[in-house]
């Protein structure tokens, strides 16, 4: 662990007890999920400004082939199907069934005929198709497996779009740092296996994404990260 990261995880530490620092555990995400799945919509409506970041960074354009890689319950679907109009598709990858129930429930809802749902890892699925765009929003397990960006970047083609957004750290030496880490672990302890790489989550696609572009966003305390498959 970093000086920096370490200083981050025992300021929170302090106040909730160990953090988890390992890998992301696949297992335990598929329990919480089944947990969670019900109130997911509800209890993340705080994320919905970031979410609309997200996908206005991807630039969709109409007939494109999106992978929305974690859905998890299809909260960016109806920003997503948008752009691509009918001839476009939108796959939506994640590891939990009782998340996709959802997301089937929402597909359903809209008559959005050109979605395609895929219930599998990030480091196994396969679209059978090459995507012009790949979306991971507020994944951070997913981020934190390099196999899964590896598996994810596989099934894109050279110059295709990718984005990531989710929370992180805010830096070591802010004197509101405490304050704000707290809230962070707050909203994630729940949905995310590990805080490994917490300080900056996008580390491995950056060594996978030449000139990945990071912004800062909610006071510190997110980021969007957008770059091109090579």
């Known amino acids: 662990m970093s000086p920096i990261t370490e200083v981050n995880a025992r300021r929170v530490g302090m106040v909730v007890g160990r953090l988890p620092l390992g890998a992301p555990d696949g297992r335990r995400a598929l329990?919480?999920?089944?947990?969670?799945?019900a109130g997911y919509d509800r209890r993340t409506e705080f994320g919905e400004p970031f979410r609309r970041q997200a996908v206005d960074r991807l630039a969709l354009r109409p007939a494109d082939v999106v992978l929305d890689v974690g859905c998890g319950t299809g909260l960016n679907f109806a920003r997503l199907v948008e752009?691509?109009?009918?001839?476009?598709r939108l796959l939506g990858i994640d590891l939990s069934p009782h998340m996709l129930d959802r997301a089937r429930d929402r597909v359903d809802r809209a008559g959005w005929r050109n979605v395609t749902l895929i219930s599998a890892a990030a480091e196994q699925f396969d679209p059978g198709v090459a995507g012009d765009a790949a979306l991971l929003c507020a994944t951070h397990d997913i981020l934190r497996s390099r196999p899964a960006l590896e598996n994810v970047?596989?099934?894109?083609?050279?110059?295709?779009?990718?984005?990531?957004?989710?929370?992180k750290w805010v830096a070591w030496w802010?004197?509101?740092?405490?304050?704000?880490?707290?809230?962070?672990w707050q909203l994630n302890h729940e949905y995310v296996t590990t805080f490994e790489g917490f300080e900056q989550p996008w580390s491995?696609?950056?060594?996978?994404?030449?000139?990945?572009?990071?912004?800062?966003?909610?006071?510190?305390?997110?980021?969007?990260?957008a770059g091109t498959r090579p």
């Open 174 to 184: 802010r004197l509101d740092g405490a304050s704000l880490d707290l809230l962070t």
């Open 83 to 88: 752009p691509i109009g009918e001839g476009g």
């Open 204 to 225: 491995h696609l950056a060594e996978l994404v030449a000139g990945l572009e990071v912004t800062e966003t909610g006071f510190g305390a997110g980021y969007l990260v």
């Open 153 to 167: 970047l596989r099934h894109l083609k050279p110059g295709a779009r990718v984005v990531a957004a989710g929370s």
């Open 31 to 37: 329990a919480r999920y089944r947990t969670a799945a």
